[in-house]
Nanobody
Framework: QVQLVESGGGLVQAGGSLRLSCAAS????????MGWFRQAPGKEREFVAA????????AYADSVKGRFTISRDNAKNTAYLQMNSLKPEDTAVYYC???????????????WGQGTQVTVSS
């Protein structure tokens, strides 16, 4: 079992930055790939970024490439999403999730956090 808790969301102006954190409980955090997803009102949950258990492999949605960076610190059982050059269309609830492999498909993730709201004003 892995429990995930996101933090770091908030209100920011366009062009600003935020760093989301995902704190995991359990001794097996380092064996899981981690993903970030987001869901805007009236839209489906969409993939944002993912990172392998070692941090050696990452994947990004085209819409965030070059602006967002996913990372992890296995010693702290925490994954991060650094978000720069934020745009109003980045506004959504952001969720972190854990799975055995790096995947962009939310159905394949076993564990989910409760989400944190990110609002980008124009």
């Amino acid at each position: 079992q892995v429990q995930l808790v996101e933090s770091g969301g908030g209100l920011v102006q366009a062009g600003g930055s935020l760093r989301l954190s995902c704190a995991a409980s359990g001794r097996t955090f380092s064996s899981y790939a981690m993903g970030w997803f987001r869901q805007a009102p009236g839209k489906e949950r969409e993939f944002v970024a993912a990172i392998s258990w070692s941090g050696g492999r990452t994947a990004y949605a085209d819409s965030v490439k070059g602006r967002f960076t996913i990372s992890r610190d296995n010693a702290k059982n925490t994954a991060y999403l650094q978000m720069n050059s934020l745009k109003p269309e980045d506004t959504a609830v952001y969720y972190c999730a854990a799975d055995r492999t790096v995947t962009t498909n939310p159905i394949e993730y076993d564990y989910w956090g409760q989400g944190t709201q990110v609002t980008v004003s124009s």
